[in-house]
């Protein structure tokens, strides 16, 4: 089911917002299958589309650690109506990411996510209005007394947008935190780049701030914007279809805690 896979959920990028791009330009592929199951086998838990196996672009099995991200993999499949929308299977598309990219690419996606330490969201703050630093200061300093306490990660704070220089230290302890195993450290992987935080992503993956705590603080900036000035229906748009990412990532960090 190589090609099936390829038509359906992308070679899957590590950057969710690509994957869905280039998912969004294929032709839609009809529903061919009545029976979704899942399977057990020596390389975990994996998707059946009437009895036969999928396979990643890369020829490999499709398939969870765990039965309960198996279990949603499965149901993304048999929710798919006439057509099969790719967009609506942001489990599926992390699988895939995860199997073929980042178990063989493991050092390098732990680079890409490290490099958020040196200047993560949470560094460069307001320096007016009064609400939005408060704000900020609501849901950013939580993460970062966090990381100061329980990994000795401690970080310098600026106003602005001028790059400040982090203790590296602090780097190093972070960077310590992440998780090395590939399913985790690939969802780590897309709540960084949906966020722009590492360390929102390394407080989600350690339970430090839950789901809807990460996602607000990702957005303080944002929904500042649209109380001031009004939402922008495109902008709500995109922000939903990244959502629906968010959440897989974050249910996989969960699942596998």
């Known amino acids: 089911m190589k090609e099936l896979f390829d038509e359906v959920a992308g070679h899957s990028p590590l950057d969710p917002r690509e994957a869905s791009r280039k998912s969004s330009r294929a032709p839609p592929r009809k529903r061919f299958y009545k ?12 998707i059946m589309l009437d009895g036969k196996p999928v396979r990643t672009p890369g020829k490999r099995l499709l398939s969870a650690p765990v039965r309960e991200l198996a ?7 048999a929710a798919q109506t006439e057509t099969i929308d790719p967009l609506s299977m942001p489990t599926t598309r992390l699988a895939n990411s995860t199997i073929d990219g980042v178990a063989e690419n493991a050092d390098a996606v732990t680079e890409d996510i490290a490099k958020y330490f040196g200047s993560d969201l949470l560094f460069y703050r307001a320096s007016f209005p009064d609400e939005l630093m408060a704000r900020q200061a609501q849901h950013w300093d939580p993460v970062l007394r966090w ?22 230290r602090a780097v190093a302890a972070a960077r310590a935190a992440m998780p090395a ?7 780590l992987h897309v709540v960084t780049a949906l966020t722009g935080s590492a360390l929102l992503a390394l407080a989600l993956a350690h339970n430090a701030r839950d789901t809807a705590q990460i996602w607000a603080a990702a957005h303080v900036d944002e929904d500042w914007n649209s109380q001031q000035w009004g ?8 922000r939903a279809a990244r ?15």
């Open 71 to 77: 279990d949603v993999m499965a149901a993304e499949w």
């Open 35 to 46: 029976d979704v199951a899942v399977s057990e086998t020596p390389e975990g838990f994996a």
């Open 243 to 257: 959502l629906r990412d968010f959440e897989a990532a974050a249910n996989v960090l969960k699942a596998l805690a």
């Open 181 to 187: 195993d590939a399913w985790r450290l690939a969802a």
């Open 147 to 168: 990381a100061a306490d329980d990994l000795g990660a401690h970080f310098i704070l600026t106003e602005g947008i001028m790059h400040v220089v982090q203790p590296e």
């Open 231 to 238: 939402e922008d229906q495109e902008v709500a748009e995109r």
